[in-house]
Protein backbone atom coordinates (compact mmCIF):
# COMPACT_ATOMS: atom_id res chain seq x y z
CA UNK A 1 0.00 0.00 0.00
CA UNK A 2 1.49 3.87 -0.90
CA UNK A 3 1.07 5.94 1.97
CA UNK A 4 1.35 8.94 -0.75
CA UNK A 5 -1.29 9.54 -3.54
CA UNK A 6 -0.59 12.05 -6.17
CA UNK A 7 2.36 13.60 -4.26
CA UNK A 8 -0.16 13.83 -1.37
CA UNK A 9 0.12 12.39 2.02
CA UNK A 10 -2.69 9.41 2.33
CA UNK A 11 -5.13 10.07 5.26
CA UNK A 12 -6.14 6.45 5.83
CA UNK A 13 -5.59 2.94 4.79
CA UNK A 14 -8.98 1.75 4.44
CA UNK A 15 -9.30 -1.82 5.62
CA UNK A 16 -12.95 -2.01 5.29
CA UNK A 17 -14.80 -4.92 3.61
CA UNK A 18 -16.06 -2.68 1.00
CA UNK A 19 -15.93 -0.10 -0.30
CA UNK A 20 -12.17 -0.34 0.35
CA UNK A 21 -8.66 0.56 -0.08
CA UNK A 22 -8.03 1.42 -3.67
CA UNK A 23 -5.32 -0.70 -5.28
CA UNK A 24 -2.21 0.92 -5.43
CA UNK A 25 -2.43 1.89 -9.26
CA UNK A 26 -5.55 3.22 -9.57
CA UNK A 27 -4.69 7.15 -9.68
CA UNK A 28 -2.11 6.99 -11.94
CA UNK A 29 -4.68 5.19 -13.92
CA UNK A 30 -7.10 7.62 -13.41
CA UNK A 31 -4.97 10.28 -14.57
CA UNK A 32 -3.84 8.49 -17.22
CA UNK A 33 -7.02 8.23 -18.74
CA UNK A 34 -7.74 11.81 -17.86
CA UNK A 35 -5.17 12.94 -20.23
CA UNK A 36 -6.43 10.43 -22.68
CA UNK A 37 -9.68 11.51 -23.01
CA UNK A 38 -11.06 8.22 -21.77
CA UNK A 39 -13.97 9.32 -20.15
CA UNK A 40 -15.67 11.87 -23.36
CA UNK A 41 -14.93 9.35 -25.71
CA UNK A 42 -18.90 7.80 -27.51
CA UNK A 43 -19.97 4.66 -26.12
CA UNK A 44 -20.30 3.66 -29.60
CA UNK A 45 -16.90 4.40 -30.95
CA UNK A 46 -14.24 2.07 -32.28
CA UNK A 47 -11.90 3.52 -29.03
CA UNK A 48 -14.76 2.37 -26.46
CA UNK A 49 -14.93 -0.80 -28.14
CA UNK A 50 -11.83 -1.64 -27.84
CA UNK A 51 -11.10 -0.48 -24.14
CA UNK A 52 -14.35 -2.64 -23.68
CA UNK A 53 -13.05 -5.81 -25.20
CA UNK A 54 -9.57 -5.32 -23.67
CA UNK A 55 -11.07 -5.11 -20.05
CA UNK A 56 -13.08 -8.05 -20.47
CA UNK A 57 -10.01 -10.18 -21.62
CA UNK A 58 -8.26 -8.62 -18.49
CA UNK A 59 -11.39 -10.10 -16.13
CA UNK A 60 -11.54 -13.18 -17.99
CA UNK A 61 -7.85 -13.93 -17.70
CA UNK A 62 -8.14 -13.00 -13.80
CA UNK A 63 -10.22 -15.39 -12.98
CA UNK A 64 -10.37 -18.18 -15.26
CA UNK A 65 -13.56 -17.11 -17.24
CA UNK A 66 -13.80 -19.73 -20.03
CA UNK A 67 -14.43 -18.16 -23.87
CA UNK A 68 -17.79 -18.98 -24.50
CA UNK A 69 -19.33 -16.80 -20.72
CA UNK A 70 -20.11 -13.39 -22.43
CA UNK A 71 -18.94 -10.84 -20.04
CA UNK A 72 -21.39 -7.93 -19.01
CA UNK A 73 -21.39 -4.71 -17.12
CA UNK A 74 -23.93 -3.31 -15.21
CA UNK A 75 -24.34 -1.10 -12.20
CA UNK A 76 -23.66 -3.23 -9.86
CA UNK A 77 -23.72 -6.51 -7.71
CA UNK A 78 -27.14 -6.17 -6.70
CA UNK A 79 -28.15 -5.33 -9.90
CA UNK A 80 -26.80 -8.68 -11.10
CA UNK A 81 -29.14 -10.39 -8.48
CA UNK A 82 -32.13 -9.20 -9.70
CA UNK A 83 -31.36 -9.59 -13.90
CA UNK A 84 -30.54 -13.75 -12.80
CA UNK A 85 -33.70 -14.10 -11.54
CA UNK A 86 -35.74 -11.61 -14.64
CA UNK A 87 -33.50 -13.62 -16.75
CA UNK A 88 -33.93 -17.78 -15.77
CA UNK A 89 -36.38 -17.85 -13.44
CA UNK A 90 -40.11 -18.24 -14.26
CA UNK A 91 -41.26 -19.73 -10.96
CA UNK A 92 -38.62 -21.02 -8.53
CA UNK A 93 -35.41 -19.88 -7.15
CA UNK A 94 -33.57 -21.28 -4.33
CA UNK A 95 -31.38 -19.90 -2.21
CA UNK A 96 -28.33 -20.35 0.37
CA UNK A 97 -28.63 -17.73 2.98
CA UNK A 98 -26.16 -17.38 5.75
CA UNK A 99 -26.49 -13.80 6.27
CA UNK A 100 -27.49 -10.12 4.65
CA UNK A 101 -26.23 -10.39 1.35
CA UNK A 102 -27.52 -14.13 0.80
CA UNK A 103 -30.61 -12.84 2.12
CA UNK A 104 -30.99 -10.04 -0.25
CA UNK A 105 -30.82 -12.27 -3.21
CA UNK A 106 -34.17 -14.10 -1.89
CA UNK A 107 -35.46 -10.99 -1.17
CA UNK A 108 -35.08 -10.17 -4.51
CA UNK A 109 -36.52 -12.47 -6.31
CA UNK A 110 -39.40 -12.62 -4.01
CA UNK A 111 -39.78 -9.10 -4.36
CA UNK A 112 -40.03 -9.96 -8.42
CA UNK A 113 -43.13 -12.20 -7.40
CA UNK A 114 -41.10 -15.29 -7.69
CA UNK A 115 -41.32 -18.45 -4.64
CA UNK A 116 -38.17 -17.95 -3.70
CA UNK A 117 -36.95 -21.09 -1.36
CA UNK A 118 -34.32 -21.01 0.55
CA UNK A 119 -32.13 -23.41 2.86
CA UNK A 120 -31.20 -21.00 6.06
CA UNK A 121 -28.45 -21.31 8.85
CA UNK A 122 -27.56 -19.28 11.48
CA UNK A 123 -25.19 -15.72 10.48
CA UNK A 124 -21.79 -17.04 11.00
CA UNK A 125 -22.51 -20.41 9.59
CA UNK A 126 -22.02 -22.33 6.41
CA UNK A 127 -23.71 -25.16 4.79
CA UNK A 128 -22.61 -28.69 4.76
CA UNK A 129 -23.03 -30.77 2.23
CA UNK A 130 -25.42 -34.13 3.88
CA UNK A 131 -27.78 -31.21 5.96
CA UNK A 132 -30.27 -29.91 2.54
CA UNK A 133 -32.25 -30.90 -0.21
CA UNK A 134 -32.69 -29.20 -3.14
CA UNK A 135 -36.29 -28.97 -4.81
CA UNK A 136 -35.85 -30.09 -8.13
CA UNK A 137 -38.45 -27.44 -9.52
CA UNK A 138 -35.36 -24.69 -8.76
CA UNK A 139 -34.83 -22.84 -11.19
CA UNK A 140 -32.07 -21.37 -10.11
CA UNK A 141 -29.75 -21.66 -7.09
CA UNK A 142 -28.31 -18.98 -5.62
CA UNK A 143 -24.88 -19.21 -3.54
CA UNK A 144 -22.84 -16.33 -1.84
CA UNK A 145 -19.63 -17.48 -1.85
CA UNK A 146 -18.45 -14.92 0.70
CA UNK A 147 -20.86 -13.63 2.64
CA UNK A 148 -19.18 -10.45 3.26
CA UNK A 149 -22.16 -9.85 6.19
CA UNK A 150 -20.45 -12.78 8.75
CA UNK A 151 -16.95 -13.79 7.29
CA UNK A 152 -18.14 -17.14 5.95
CA UNK A 153 -16.64 -18.34 3.10
CA UNK A 154 -17.83 -21.58 1.30
CA UNK A 155 -15.33 -24.10 -0.02
CA UNK A 156 -15.58 -23.94 -3.71
CA UNK A 157 -16.01 -28.00 -3.51
CA UNK A 158 -19.74 -26.88 -2.55
CA UNK A 159 -20.64 -25.22 -5.65
CA UNK A 160 -19.59 -28.21 -7.31
CA UNK A 161 -21.61 -30.70 -5.39
CA UNK A 162 -24.70 -28.36 -5.98
CA UNK A 163 -24.53 -28.88 -9.36
CA UNK A 164 -24.02 -32.63 -9.11
CA UNK A 165 -27.49 -32.78 -7.21
CA UNK A 166 -29.39 -30.23 -9.41
CA UNK A 167 -27.50 -30.50 -13.11
CA UNK A 168 -31.06 -28.90 -14.56
CA UNK A 169 -31.03 -25.58 -12.68
CA UNK A 170 -28.61 -22.30 -13.29
CA UNK A 171 -26.72 -21.85 -10.68
CA UNK A 172 -25.50 -18.34 -9.59
CA UNK A 173 -22.53 -17.75 -7.69
CA UNK A 174 -21.87 -13.97 -6.27
CA UNK A 175 -18.50 -13.17 -5.68
CA UNK A 176 -18.29 -9.70 -4.81
CA UNK A 177 -15.97 -10.24 -1.92
CA UNK A 178 -14.37 -13.33 -2.32
CA UNK A 179 -12.75 -12.27 -5.93
CA UNK A 180 -10.50 -12.08 -7.84
CA UNK A 181 -8.79 -14.23 -4.89
CA UNK A 182 -11.78 -17.06 -5.41
CA UNK A 183 -10.88 -19.95 -8.31
CA UNK A 184 -14.51 -21.41 -9.58
CA UNK A 185 -14.76 -24.25 -11.83
CA UNK A 186 -16.86 -22.46 -14.72
CA UNK A 187 -18.23 -26.40 -15.60
CA UNK A 188 -20.61 -25.76 -12.52
CA UNK A 189 -21.83 -22.42 -12.87
CA UNK A 190 -23.78 -20.58 -15.20
CA UNK A 191 -24.27 -16.55 -13.72
CA UNK A 192 -21.17 -15.52 -11.92
CA UNK A 193 -21.06 -11.64 -10.64
CA UNK A 194 -18.68 -8.84 -8.73
CA UNK A 195 -18.95 -5.31 -7.98
CA UNK A 196 -15.36 -3.75 -8.30
CA UNK A 197 -15.43 -1.41 -5.00
CA UNK A 198 -14.31 -4.97 -2.77
CA UNK A 199 -11.35 -7.23 -3.79
CA UNK A 200 -10.59 -5.17 -7.33
CA UNK A 201 -9.87 -2.23 -5.18
CA UNK A 202 -11.86 0.38 -7.46
CA UNK A 203 -14.50 2.95 -7.08
CA UNK A 204 -18.03 1.96 -6.85
CA UNK A 205 -20.48 1.61 -9.46
CA UNK A 206 -19.72 -1.19 -11.88
CA UNK A 207 -21.66 -4.55 -11.37
CA UNK A 208 -19.75 -7.04 -13.79
CA UNK A 209 -21.65 -10.65 -14.83
CA UNK A 210 -19.65 -13.92 -16.78
CA UNK A 211 -23.14 -15.45 -18.42
CA UNK A 212 -23.15 -18.79 -19.49
CA UNK A 213 -24.41 -20.37 -22.84
CA UNK A 214 -26.98 -22.11 -20.59
CA UNK A 215 -28.06 -19.21 -18.91
CA UNK A 216 -28.52 -16.94 -22.42
CA UNK A 217 -30.76 -19.70 -23.63
CA UNK A 218 -32.34 -19.96 -21.09
CA UNK A 219 -33.44 -16.36 -21.24
CA UNK A 220 -33.91 -16.68 -24.82
CA UNK A 221 -36.37 -19.75 -24.12
CA UNK A 222 -38.44 -17.61 -22.14
CA UNK A 223 -38.86 -14.55 -24.06
CA UNK A 224 -39.51 -16.85 -27.00
CA UNK A 225 -42.13 -17.91 -24.63
CA UNK A 226 -43.59 -14.34 -24.00
CA UNK A 227 -41.86 -13.79 -20.87
CA UNK A 228 -40.48 -10.13 -19.57
CA UNK A 229 -36.59 -11.30 -19.10
CA UNK A 230 -36.57 -7.22 -18.38
CA UNK A 231 -35.79 -4.52 -21.07
CA UNK A 232 -32.08 -2.99 -21.29
CA UNK A 233 -30.67 -4.98 -19.20
CA UNK A 234 -31.97 -8.46 -20.41
CA UNK A 235 -29.01 -10.94 -21.01
CA UNK A 236 -30.35 -10.60 -24.72
CA UNK A 237 -29.83 -7.06 -25.00
CA UNK A 238 -26.69 -6.81 -23.69
CA UNK A 239 -25.73 -10.12 -25.86
CA UNK A 240 -27.08 -8.05 -28.67
CA UNK A 241 -24.62 -4.94 -27.70
CA UNK A 242 -21.78 -7.12 -26.62
CA UNK A 243 -21.06 -8.76 -30.00
CA UNK A 244 -19.75 -5.13 -30.94
CA UNK A 245 -18.24 -5.16 -27.65
CA UNK A 246 -20.88 -2.38 -26.90
CA UNK A 247 -23.48 -1.82 -23.95
CA UNK A 248 -27.17 -0.50 -24.42
CA UNK A 249 -26.50 2.33 -22.16
CA UNK A 250 -24.27 4.89 -21.93
CA UNK A 251 -22.16 2.51 -19.71
CA UNK A 252 -19.11 3.73 -16.63
CA UNK A 253 -16.77 4.21 -19.08
CA UNK A 254 -14.47 5.42 -15.82
CA UNK A 255 -15.31 2.07 -14.07
CA UNK A 256 -14.97 -0.18 -16.99
CA UNK A 257 -11.28 1.89 -17.53
CA UNK A 258 -10.07 1.34 -14.47
CA UNK A 259 -11.44 -2.47 -13.96
CA UNK A 260 -8.90 -3.07 -17.75
CA UNK A 261 -5.94 -1.29 -16.15
CA UNK A 262 -5.99 -3.40 -12.43
CA UNK A 263 -6.81 -6.48 -14.03
CA UNK A 264 -3.63 -5.72 -16.18
CA UNK A 265 -1.51 -5.46 -12.90
CA UNK A 266 -3.13 -8.06 -11.48
CA UNK A 267 -2.04 -10.25 -14.06
CA UNK A 268 1.40 -8.59 -14.10
CA UNK A 269 2.02 -9.56 -10.44
CA UNK A 270 0.75 -13.11 -11.18
CA UNK A 271 -2.60 -14.55 -9.89
CA UNK A 272 -0.67 -16.93 -7.99
CA UNK A 273 1.34 -14.37 -6.12
CA UNK A 274 -1.99 -12.32 -5.33
CA UNK A 275 -3.46 -15.53 -4.19
CA UNK A 276 -0.41 -16.52 -2.18
CA UNK A 277 -0.28 -12.83 -0.69
CA UNK A 278 -4.15 -13.33 0.30
CA UNK A 279 -3.18 -16.26 1.59
CA UNK A 280 -0.28 -15.02 4.09
CA UNK A 281 -2.27 -12.21 5.08
CA UNK A 282 -5.23 -13.98 6.15
CA UNK A 283 -3.22 -15.75 8.00
CA UNK A 284 -1.45 -12.82 9.88
CA UNK A 285 -4.85 -12.09 10.68
CA UNK A 286 -6.00 -15.21 12.15
CA UNK A 287 -3.02 -15.54 13.84
CA UNK A 288 -3.49 -11.64 16.00
CA UNK A 289 -7.20 -12.86 16.44
CA UNK A 290 -5.97 -15.86 18.09
CA UNK A 291 -3.11 -13.89 20.21
CA UNK A 292 -4.84 -11.11 21.10
CA UNK A 293 -6.43 -10.89 24.60
CA UNK A 294 -9.50 -9.50 23.86
CA UNK A 295 -10.55 -10.53 19.84
CA UNK A 296 -12.22 -13.93 19.57
CA UNK A 297 -12.59 -15.55 15.87
CA UNK A 298 -16.44 -14.81 14.78
CA UNK A 299 -16.93 -17.96 12.82
CA UNK A 300 -16.96 -20.90 15.02
CA UNK A 301 -16.04 -23.37 12.30
CA UNK A 302 -12.05 -22.84 10.89
CA UNK A 303 -13.22 -24.67 7.52
CA UNK A 304 -15.34 -21.85 6.91
CA UNK A 305 -13.27 -18.83 7.63
CA UNK A 306 -13.20 -16.38 5.20
CA UNK A 307 -9.87 -15.56 3.81
CA UNK A 308 -10.97 -11.94 2.44
CA UNK A 309 -13.39 -11.18 5.19
CA UNK A 310 -12.01 -11.59 8.78
CA UNK A 311 -14.42 -10.65 11.51
CA UNK A 312 -13.48 -10.99 15.17
CA UNK A 313 -15.66 -10.53 18.48
CA UNK A 314 -14.29 -7.96 20.29
CA UNK A 315 -14.74 -8.25 24.33
CA UNK A 316 -16.23 -5.23 25.88
CA UNK A 317 -17.03 -3.75 22.28
CA UNK A 318 -15.82 -2.88 18.91
CA UNK A 319 -16.08 1.45 19.07
CA UNK A 320 -13.01 1.40 21.12
CA UNK A 321 -10.66 -0.44 18.72
CA UNK A 322 -11.93 1.00 15.73
CA UNK A 323 -11.13 4.44 17.10
CA UNK A 324 -7.95 3.76 18.05
CA UNK A 325 -7.20 1.78 14.59
CA UNK A 326 -7.89 5.27 12.92
CA UNK A 327 -6.21 7.33 15.03
CA UNK A 328 -3.43 5.08 13.63
CA UNK A 329 -4.61 5.88 10.13
CA UNK A 330 -5.97 2.19 9.64
CA UNK A 331 -10.08 2.17 8.69
CA UNK A 332 -11.25 -0.90 10.04
CA UNK A 333 -14.83 -2.36 9.32
CA UNK A 334 -17.32 -2.66 12.57
CA UNK A 335 -19.97 -6.01 12.90
CA UNK A 336 -22.76 -6.06 10.35
CA UNK A 337 -25.98 -4.56 11.57
CA UNK A 338 -26.96 -6.03 15.49
CA UNK A 339 -23.33 -7.15 15.54
CA UNK A 340 -21.80 -3.50 14.70
CA UNK A 341 -21.24 -2.56 18.28
CA UNK A 342 -19.48 -6.08 19.11
CA UNK A 343 -18.07 -7.05 16.14
CA UNK A 344 -14.96 -5.89 13.73
CA UNK A 345 -14.38 -7.11 10.00
CA UNK A 346 -11.39 -6.67 8.36
CA UNK A 347 -11.01 -7.01 4.72
CA UNK A 348 -7.86 -8.89 3.12
CA UNK A 349 -7.76 -7.49 -0.52
CA UNK A 350 -4.98 -7.55 -2.68
CA UNK A 351 -5.08 -3.46 -2.13
CA UNK A 352 -3.85 -4.49 1.35
CA UNK A 353 -0.14 -5.11 0.98
CA UNK A 354 1.38 -7.48 3.74
CA UNK A 355 3.60 -4.82 5.03
CA UNK A 356 0.27 -2.82 5.84
CA UNK A 357 -1.86 -5.72 7.36
CA UNK A 358 1.44 -6.94 9.94
CA UNK A 359 1.27 -3.43 11.19
CA UNK A 360 -2.54 -3.71 11.33
CA UNK A 361 -1.62 -6.80 13.43
CA UNK A 362 0.25 -4.83 16.48
CA UNK A 363 -2.93 -2.54 17.01
CA UNK A 364 -5.36 -6.09 17.22
CA UNK A 365 -2.94 -7.43 19.95
CA UNK A 366 -2.23 -4.88 21.86
C1 LIG B 1 -21.20 -5.70 -1.20
C2 LIG B 1 -21.85 -6.96 -1.61
C3 LIG B 1 -22.94 -6.98 -2.49
C4 LIG B 1 -23.57 -5.74 -3.02
O1 LIG B 1 -22.73 -5.05 -3.89
P1 LIG B 1 -23.26 -3.69 -4.59
O2 LIG B 1 -22.14 -3.26 -5.42
O3 LIG B 1 -23.59 -2.76 -3.46
O4 LIG B 1 -24.48 -4.06 -5.34
C5 LIG B 1 -23.47 -8.20 -2.85
N1 LIG B 1 -22.96 -9.34 -2.38
C6 LIG B 1 -21.92 -9.38 -1.52
C7 LIG B 1 -21.40 -10.69 -1.04
C8 LIG B 1 -21.33 -8.18 -1.12
O5 LIG B 1 -20.30 -8.21 -0.28
Not at 51 to 71: C, H, M, N, Q, Y
Not at 142 to 150: D, K, L, M, R, V
Not at 231 to 243: M, N
Request: hydrophobic fraction near 45%; include cysteine; glycine fraction near 6%.
Amino acid sequence: MQDTILGKKKEFAYFTPGPSELYPTVADHLADGLVRGVFSISHRSEAFMALSEVTKEAVRAVLGIPADFRIFFAGSATEWMERSIENCVERESFHFVNGAFSKKFKDIAADLGRDAKAFEVPFGEGFTLDAFDIPRTAELIAITHNETSSGVMLPVSFIEEVRHRAPESIIAVDIVSSAPYVELDYAHVDIVFFSVQKGFGLPAGLGVAAVSPRALARAEERKNAGRSIGSFHSFLSLAEKDAKHQTPETPNVLGIHLLGEVCKDLLAKGMDEVRRETDEKAALLYKAVAESPFLKPAVADEAFRSRTVVPAEVEGGSAPLIARAKEQGFIIGSGYKERKASHIRIANFPAHSVEAVRELTHILTT
